[in-house]
T-cell receptor, first 112, second 115 residues
Framework: AQSVTQLGSHVSVSEGALVLLRCNYSSSVPPYLFWYVQYPNQGLQLLLKYTSAATLVKGINGFEAEFKKSETSFHLTKPSAHMRDAAEYFC??????????FGAGTRLTVKP | EAGVVQSPRYKIIEKKQPVAFWCNPISGHNTLYWYRQNLGQGPELLIRYENEEAVDDSQLPKDRFSAERLKGVDSTLKIQPAELGDSAVYLC?????????????FGSGTRLTVV
């Protein structure tokens, strides 16, 4: 079955610094990959998704992710962090059976 | 358009009591999902509906959990009786149709505390 591993349960950056949240996937077939963001006491909001088109995917709020098959990775980046980016971020993978599997999440803290 | 609506937002019950959660998906979304999110973890699928049919309930603890989506629109998830370990956030999501490329739209969730 497919799965994702998010490296680092907590990431802390300074405002204006690069954000890098790591995600590696495991799948026996070409996967679809997603990043979701969850603000406190809210549901998950889709940031971006990879669906076998362009390997560099741009999402909302200035985030982007690059699909690297050779590294089985789908890391999330943002050039300059803002205070409002502080949240929990989840990587997810889905294949043919429509079963979306989520990682454990990475909590992003942004320091002023 | 309205998003996925869930109620209640919070629920505190004593163990062994029943509890029910309600979800109204986005209009026109045929696929509906119930997920459970334990503290500090990612969501885990409980059940998936295609219209009114439960097509994947393999992760639903059927001894105490039940769900229904009678008219293929809104859905109810029930726990009876609740146990301490059921404390979690229960998330409902919907998608246009069964297809992993769409992504899901999530509701705000119901935070259940069993005491």
């Amino acid at each position: 079955a497919q799965s994702v591993t998010q490296l680092g349960s907590h990431v802390s950056v300074s405002e204006g610094a690069l954000v890098l949240l790591r995600c590696n996937y495991s799948s026996s077939v070409p996967p679809y990959l997603f990043w979701y963001v969850q603000y406190p006491n809210q549901g998950l909001q889709l940031l971006l998704k990879y669906t076998s088109a362009a390997t560099l995917v741009k999402g909302i709020n200035g985030f982007e992710a690059e699909f690297k098959k050779s590294e089985t990775s789908f890391h999330l980046t943002k050039p300059s962090a803002h205070m409002r980016d502080a949240a929990e971020y989840f990587c997810a993978v889905s294949v043919n059976n429509n079963d979306m599997r989520f990682g454990a999440g990475t909590r992003l803290t942004v320091k002023p | 358009e309205a998003g996925v609506v869930q109620s209640p937002r919070y629920k505190i019950i004593e163990k062994k009591q029943p509890v029910a959660f309600w979800c109204n998906p986005i209009s026109g979304h045929n696929t509906l999902y119930w997920y459970r999110q334990n503290l500090g973890q990612g969501p885990e699928l409980l059940i998936r509906y295609e219209n009114e049919e439960a097509v994947d309930d393999s992760q639903l603890p059927k001894d105490r959990f039940s769900a229904e989506r009678l008219k293929g629109v809104d859905s109810t998830l029930k726990i009876q009786p609740a146990e301490l370990g059921d404390s979690a956030v229960y998330l409902c999501a919907s998608s246009l149709e069964s297809g992993q490329s769409y992504g899901y739209t999530f509701g705000s969730g119901t935070r259940l505390t069993v005491v």
